[in-house]
């Protein structure tokens, strides 16, 4: 004989799948999104040893999750690795992400019933007059019981939740990506800016020995008569003002010095000396050009913004089922005796069972007006995720344009500065034998010093340029295994505190280590 389902059993499971609110999927890349409107060029080349190499772009070439180690240094690998492990905002991400984690396994508990053990034993003594005894008695009493309270999700309320929670948990391991990024960026810039400035030293201590022997030469003429104090005169103020351009750059060099021992999560004092010179450094000749496609899946800011409105959509549902009927189930089961070892005994059992629905009616709009701001805080995250990645394509555009500009640049920077030493070289010998006016020299000796100081600055400029296309289109983390498997936590469904958070006197490793700073 066929059974036949009551119809409020079927109502009630049919509830229970529903979850109320949106179901989030991520935007689509507008169609046509591109970097430019032009073909990727493969660009010019310099006849200069560092950073003279021509560079080819390929689309769609995959990203090396250690794109660093590509220049072809040790030292500066063996830093950005260093940074990786002792760089307290790194350990800052990583701890960010496993209490986002945790909240996660914190809401999940919401779906299962609540279990709570009690014991209780009450001595009272009762007034002779009220029980109509001549003595006053004492009466024990002893109960346990075991309760148990359970909340259905009947409309995904508490289901949007965890997903709102497992968003934000989303959301902090892309955070995590972006500090290594950010990180491993910083470090491979401040090395080719120490490289730059050395250089640039370099550069200038040069061209002070040059001008030092000119220096020397005319000072030789004057003692023969052959010139006056004028053009010596000038010539120790050119040479004075060249020694004026160290300092600065000293300077430079030390606080750039002091920016990569912050990274490395160092003291300025423990700096071991790390040298780097562009030479040093190889230009990658190959560089990767992610697909339009696929940079919004690459990018940690894009995908963190992504998470953001994934947790706005949630919100909406969480807000619209706290407008519907709440549920919840009690019940209990226990013992109540007057002697202890009688507990559970025939005869001394009590329970209870309860069910109850509760449904808003009137909170003046409050649960309205909060549905609507979520509405608008999910508007308000997908206005910045087209904002984020509008900002993607723009920061790929001009790294693929920097790369573009810095090569023609430099090649036309090392033909200068050749031109300049020849022009140079023509202009002392002809002073020499009385052909040219001092003032041709000084003009000549200025230009090619400016040549030498720009020509490195170009240099530096391509290997910069390379490390932020690098990071535009978001660094390879896809192919990196970095992230402390700690992080994710684990749901201990059974939890209770350790003896050392139970006894105060036993201080917790924060505590301690907090101590150790003080």
Known sequence: MKEHVPVSLLCLAVLAGCTVGPNFTRPDVPAGADYSQEKLPITASADVAAGGTAQRLVAGMDIPGQWWTLFRSPALNALVEEALRANPDVSAAQAALRQANELVYADQASLFPSVSGSASKTREKVSGVSTGTPSSPILTVNSASLSVSYAPDVFGGTRRQIESSTAQAEYERFQLEATYLTLTSNVVNTAVSLASVRDQ??????IIRLQSDQLDVLQAQRRLGAIGDTNVLTQETALAQTRATLPPLQKQLAQTRNQLMAYLGRFPNQDQGERFVLASLHLPEELPVSL????????????????????ASANIGVAIANQLPQFSITGSLGSTVASGTKLFSSGSGVWSLAGSITQPIFDAGALEHRKRAAVAAYDESAARYRSTVVAAFQDVANALRALESDADALNQQVAAERSAQASLALVQAQFRLGAVAYINLLTAQQTYQNT????????AARYSDTAALFQALGGGWWNRTDVDPATAGKPDRFGLPSWREVMPAHRTDAAADTSQLN
């Open 292 to 311: 339009p496609s696929a940079i919004v899946g690459q990018r940690p800011d894009v995908r963190s913004a992504q998470a953001q409105l994934h947790q």
């Open 452 to 459: 030498v100081v720009t020509r490195v600055q170009a240099q």
């Open 201 to 206: 030293i370099a550069a200038t201590e040069e």
